[in-house]
């Protein structure tokens, strides 16, 4: 494809310090068998060598275009490539992940067959941060109804697999500035109450699980976020006013009640994040054992809780497994 020829897909990826992985992901976009894409890139203030990897690919290739940022975070990357897409349909990848060839075909098929389908994903196999690689047996819900009541739980769309269309995005405003680490999550509560998502059950890409990810660095703040997305899904729902809507950031579960002027709002999500969190060690050193020691001050249900403080023994966190379980007995 020319530059000057319009594409039918956007290719959308953010790149931060991605120098081990970037590569292996632009090379699985550029071998896909349907090649009518631009793909545009956003080097979002990097400090490893990914930024010449990216302008060495761009020069290899005139579908691909390159931004160069200074460090602005995912969600406004992602708002700007969705400004920036020509494409009536856009494609999300991660910088760390792989698409199978098929991926684009397949989901440009599908997406072109059902105009009623918002946001197409896919199902997924793993790999891990070595790169080895590990099949899935278990799959995301497919169907739009099924999707919407996993949506009210957790995330059943993976983020990087998915094909969109780019004015039902930005119409719904792109993603929030207030969500961060989980503004997917959010971007398909609020999908979903217009439109139908789907999953395909071909297993199109390769996610990759390590360490450094934001699910496991951010997991608390990701929790909090989704707590919040599900109270402002379920407010839309009834009728009432978004608490969040043009918010750049979530007020804390301790002072939540004080500024929507609720009651029992600021308990409910802390349960619930606690309940997200309670097996993870990142989690439970940066903040939610402290979340589980305000919880049973309120006399809130101790039920899992000794389980909690037996897994931080198997962690080797018997500094916050003592804790935990003086304060189980004492409350």
Known sequence: MNKTDMPVISVLMSVYNAERYVAEAIQSILGQTEGRF?????????????????????????????????????????????????????????????????????????????????????NTDELDADGAYFPCSDF???????????????????????MMRRDVIRALGGYRAAFRHCEDYDLWLRVSEHHDMMNLRDRLFLYRRSPDQVSEKHILVQAIGAACARYAAQQRRTGRPDPFEGATSLPSLDTIDAVLGTQGVGARMRLEVIDSVKYSRDAMTSGGLELM??????????????????????????????TLSYDLVRY
């Open 38 to 122: 631009e793909f545009l890139i956003v080097n979002d203030g990097s400090s490893d060598a990914s930024a010449s990897i990216l302008d060495r690919y761009a020069a290899q290739d005139s579908r691909i275009r390159v931004i160069h940022q200074e460090n602005r975070g995912l969600i406004a990357s992602l708002n700007l490539l969705l400004d920036e897409a020509r494409a009536p349909l856009v494609a999300r990848m991660d910088s760390d992940d792989v698409s199978r060839p098929e991926r684009f075909a397949v989901q440009f098929a599908e997406m072109a067959a059902r105009p009623e389908i918002a946001v197409l994903g896919t």
């Open 140 to 162: 995301h819900p497919e169907q739009p109804e099924d999707i919407r009541e996993r949506l009210m739980v957790a995330s059943g769309i993976c983020h990087p697999s998915v």
């Open 293 to 322: 020691q305000a919880h049973l001050r309120e006399g809130g249900t101790k039920h899992g809780f000794w389980r909690t403080a037996g897994r931080l023994v198997k962690l080797g966190m018997i500094p916050q497994a003592l």
